[in-house]
């Protein structure tokens, strides 16, 4: 089985993991402990930046489907060549960092562009802006799917109102992106996957949601070395496993 039939297979059973290194990653020794994790975690995918050498780094170091993500069509068609088995526009925290939004327009700017450059036989996700109105998120979810868009992606985290810390913390951050899935998966037939702000306590959430897969990234990137990290992506895996279980148990 291809590495992109395994990835549309574990949306369909709904247990699907993609590991963010970072758009603006480029720390070759950090993208290397988290592809590391990604793999020796059971994760379903890694995420990383468009550049060809950290590319080839993880394609020398796991199996698993790569997503190379940008809002560069450029970027995304260099990584098409170079064999990247996802093309995601998206993640887009070092627009946001740098006290930039991105619009729906843009959006479908950039899927436009890069659907030219590349084809539609690429697997194509794209992140649907967080920050933008619901109504529009919709129309822009429908509007990507019309383009051919494979698998959309939601998001929060950056415009989360997080006050608490512990587990409380957790839910803050995730709620939006969880909220925005909720919505969007009512609205499109394309899988929709939960990222900004996931960890081991809202994983499960998101799923319960409606979420096909989700993205973790700086629950897993910033730790401080790979055993952390492995383990981390273990435990997220472990308790989406146990919260399947336990609905198939009630079911």
């Given at each position: 089985m291809s590495k992109v039939n395994k990835l549309r297979e574990a949306l369909a059973s709904k247990d699907f993991v993609k590991v963010i290194a970072g758009i603006n990653n480029f720390d070759l020794n950090k993208v290397k402990d988290v592809v590391i994790a990604a793999n020796k975690g059971n994760a379903s995918a890694v995420d990383i930046a468009a550049r060809q050498d950290i590319i080839e780094l993880a394609q020398s170091l796991t199996d698993l489907p790569i997503f190379v993500s940008s809002v560069d069509p450029q970027e995304l068609r260099m990584a098409a060549d170079c064999g990247a088995d996802v093309l995601e526009i998206g993640n887009f925290d070092k627009l946001y960092h740098?006290?930039?939004?991105?619009?729906?327009k843009e959006v479908i700017n950039i899927t436009e562009?890069?659907?030219?450059?590349v084809g539609n036989d690429v697997f194509l996700s794209v992140t649907v802006p967080g920050h933008i109105d619901i109504s529009e998120q919709i129309q822009l979810a429908q509007?990507?799917?019309a383009l051919g868009v494979?698998?959309?992606q939601t998001e929060g985290a950056a415009i989360a109102n997080v006050q608490s810390a512990g587990a409380r913390g957790l839910l803050e951050t995730a709620q939006i992106s969880?909220?925005?899935t909720i919505e969007l998966v009512k609205n499109v037939e394309i899988p929709v996957m939960t990222a900004s702000g996931i960890s081991t306590i809202t994983a499960p959430l998101a799923f319960a949601a409606g979420a096909s897969g989700i993205g973790v990234g700086s629950c897993v990137n910033k730790l401080n070395s790979t055993?952390?990290?492995?383990?981390?992506?273990k435990s997220i895996v472990d308790a989406i496993k146990v919260?399947?279980?336990e609905i198939h148990t009630r079911n």
């Open positions: 740098d006290g930039l939004r991105i619009s729906a562009q890069t659907i030219a450059l509007d990507l799917e494979d698998l959309i969880i909220a925005n055993i952390e990290m492995i383990a981390t992506v919260e399947k279980a």
